[in-house]
């Protein structure tokens, strides 16, 4: 029976939570791309390979040609394009399931170590951490943000405990971020933020973080060093100035990753509810004291999430280390697993894999084989390439990265910020919404032709305008060409 004892050996709980929750992601990740702007991603990286340089002016739309554009995610992106051309769809998926696995492990570190080596509770409460924001985990330089969010909460555990070594990690990390996402501020604010609540003092069971005075210089210290490398970008002080975006009501209003939670959403009812209120409950229930910096880290997540909900990812890995300290107190029975428990899960964690090879040769090919023909208009992109459909082309939002991809110049595109300037952003939302402006407004672009989804108003009105006809129709687009006589009137009365 040594066989049996090994095998037990091996079988510890921890291990096999962690593995099959990876496996889970990793076969979640292999399905087919949705998101609207990973194309244009793609297509942003290999532009950057094939000029060896990193473009400052808009190489993609017509509307916004040559006007000046922050490229704040150029390494992600590139990464993201020599992967896709040396490896295919397996090469962006494995870099997903990287940064997730990552992201988890860096986690399931953290709650050991806030949780003093509750291993199990651990592996749980890290799992949670991504599981809770899993609708948000798509292949977009965000990844990166999130990873390195829950690194730097482990690092700054370790400066707590004492270990100010790990400020040394910090310098090479804010470099990374800072050229691989527009979001290096939240590391730069963590930083400080550590320092400033190490002067908090005890609030009831909320027990303050104690930390020396010299750990607090060398964490403002870390802070003006980080900023200084944060500038080490093509962008310089651009990158810093995104989160100003979010005082932009048009695009905050427009663009739905930036709007407020919908609680009657699907997710979110059986989602991110429940999760909060597992947070919630195990803090309630604790009867030991609670970090303060934890609490009022998720705090702090939650109430960004009610007003973006791109924060969720955030408030899901803030919530890992409550949740260890939580679990910790109410399910010591895990601690001591019984032989059947470890067999059953063992035998779940054996299904996971199963299905994990199963799904890996699905993974083959290029990544265009991988784009889901009903999120983006492949057959109606194809249609325009092939045919002469004559221009200026108007696009729906969602449909733009994927004709970046395609090497059709855009309208407007998921790059929000450069088509703000002009109004243009706003006359296309005027044209989507069919404004009052809109048949104005189609004259004053001179558009001859536009790709849309079926039931847009817009759609709709294009559909029983004489001036129109369609052409080309999918279930998920519509090509629109403008008649020639009207075209031709539109062209002289511009002129």
Known sequence: MNWLRKLESVMRIELLLLLAWICFFAIHAGAPLTDPDTPWHLATGQYILAHHAIPTTDPFSWSMRGKPWVTQEWLFEVVLAWLAQHAGFIGIWALAVFLHTATVLVLYRLCCDVSA?????SAVAASLG???????WVLRPQLISYTMFA??????????????KALWLVPPLILIWANAHASVSIGII???????MSLIPNVGRLSRLSLSNRARMYL????????AIGFLNPNTYHEFMYALLSNNSL???????WHSPDFHNQYYKYGVIPFVALVLILLILRKRSVPLKYVLYFGGCFALTLVYQRFMPYLAIAGAPLIAFGLSDCLRGLLHPSRMFRYVLGILMCGVVVDFFVAVPNLRGSVDKHFSANAYPIDAVNYLKQHDIPGPLLNAYDFGGYLIYEHIPTFVDG?????????????YMDLQNLAWDAPELLDQYGFNSAILP??????????????WHVVYQTDNAEIFVRNKETAKRVSLSGE
Do not use: K
């Open 415 to 427: 790059r929000t910020d450069i088509f703000l300037e002009n109004n243009t952003f706003q006359d």
């Open 251 to 257: 695009m905050v209003n427009s663009i739905n990753e």
């Open 117 to 121: 080596g509750q291993r199990i509770f």
């Open 151 to 164: 690194i730097f909460l482990w690092i700054l555990s370790r400066v707590e405990h004492g270990y100010l």
């Open 190 to 196: 963590m930083l400080v933020f550590e320092a400033v």
């Open 454 to 467: 079926p039931g847009y108003a817009l759609s709709v009105y294009l559909s029983n305008n004489p001036d």
């Open 130 to 136: 991504t599981a809770a924001g899993l609708d948000f």
């Open 220 to 227: 403002l210290l870390t802070a003006v060093v980080a900023v």
